[in-house]
C-alpha cells in the first residue's frame, strides 16, 4: 500500500517525532507510579533505555524544525517574513510557557514544557545567525554544564527522591531550576536544542 505525504512533510521526522512522544509517555508513566522495583527485569531495562534519550531526542527536532520552519526566509533575506517566523516562536512558546507553569501548579515537577518555551523562544532571537555561530554556542553550553557539576550542587533544592524542589515558586528558585538543576534545565538541554537548529540548516 503507498502512503501519501502531505507536501513540504519529512516523514523521518515525523516517525522521530512519534518515537521520542512515546518514550517520554513510556517514562513519564514510570515516573508518575513510581514502579522503580517489583517489575521484571527485562521490563524495567528497556524503559531505561529511554530515559533521558526520548526528551532529548524531542529537544533536537524541535530545534530541527524550527530551522526548517525559518529555511525559505533565511535563504531570501526576506526581513518581514522572518518577523512573522519570530512572532509566531514567541507566541507559541507563550503558550508553552503557561501550560507547563500549568503543569507545575498541578504537581507534576517532571514537566518539559516551560523548558521548551525557552528554547523557542530564544531560537526566534537566533534565526539569521550563521551555522558556525550555532554550533560554537552549542559547544560553549555542553562545557559550562560540565564546569557547573564539578563546582555546583546538582541536588541542591530536590527532595530525596528528586519529586519536589523546595523553593521552586520563589524568584531564585524557579530560576536556578530553570536554568541549572530543574529536569531539563538550559544548561545543557539548550545545547540539544541548538544542535537541532544547526542539523535543520544541512541538506541531508
Known amino acids: 500500500m503507498q502512503v501519501k505525504v502531505p507536501y513540504g512533510r519529512i516523514i523521518g521526522l515525523d516517525l522521530a517525532r512519534a518515537m521520542a512522544i512515546i518514550g517520554m509517555m513510556i517514562v513519564?508513566?514510570?515516573?508518575?507510579?513510581?514502579?522503580?522495583?517489583?517489575?521484571?527485569?527485562?521490563?524495567?531495562?528497556a524503559t531505561e533505555l529511554f530515559e533521558g534519550r526520548a526528551s532529548a531526542l524531542f529537544v533536537i527536532?524541535?530545534?530541527v524544525g524550527v530551522s526548517l520552519m525559518a529555511a525559505r526566509a533565511r535563504a531570501s533575506g526576506e526581513v518581514k517574513q522572518l518577523k512573522a517566523?519570530?512572532?509566531?516562536?514567541?507566541?507559541?512558546?507563550?503558550?508553552?510557557?503557561?501550560?507547563?507553569?500549568?503543569?507545575?501548579?498541578?504537581?507534576?515537577?517532571a514537566d518539559i514544557l516551560h523548558y521548551y518555551a525557552l528554547f523557542?523562544?530564544?531560537?526566534?532571537?537566533?534565526?539569521?545567525?550563521?551555522?558556525?555561530?550555532?554550533?560554537?554556542?552549542?559547544?560553549l553550553i555542553?562545557?559550562?554544564?560540565?564546569?557547573?557539576?564539578?563546582?555546583?550542587?546538582?541536588?541542591?533544592?530536590?527532595?530525596?527522591?528528586?519529586?519536589?524542589?523546595?523553593g521552586l515558586w520563589t524568584w531564585s528558585g524557579f530560576v536556578r531550576n530553570l536554568l541549572f538543576n530543574g529536569f531539563h534545565?538550559?544548561?545543557p538541554w539548550f545545547g540539544f536544542f541548538l544542535l537541532g537548529l544547526w542539523i535543520g540548516r544541512k541538506d541531508w
Do not use: C
Open 28 to 45: 513519564n508513566y514510570k515516573l508518575a507510579m513510581e514502579a522503580q522495583n517489583g517489575e521484571p527485569q527485562w521490563l524495567r531495562f
Open 61 to 63: 527536532l524541535a530545534g
Open 85 to 109: 517566523i519570530r512572532s509566531t516562536l514567541f507566541r507559541r512558546a507563550a503558550f508553552l510557557f503557561l501550560a507547563g507553569i500549568g503543569l507545575l501548579v498541578m504537581g507534576w515537577s
Open 120 to 139: 523557542i523562544a530564544l531560537s526566534a532571537l537566533l534565526l539569521r545567525l550563521s551555522d558556525k555561530t550555532i554550533f560554537t554556542w552549542m559547544i
Open 142 to 166: 555542553l562545557i559550562t554544564t560540565e564546569i557547573q557539576l564539578i563546582y555546583l550542587d546538582y541536588s541542591y533544592g530536590w527532595s530525596e527522591n528528586y519529586h519536589e524542589y523546595v
Open 185 to 187: 534545565p538550559f544548561f
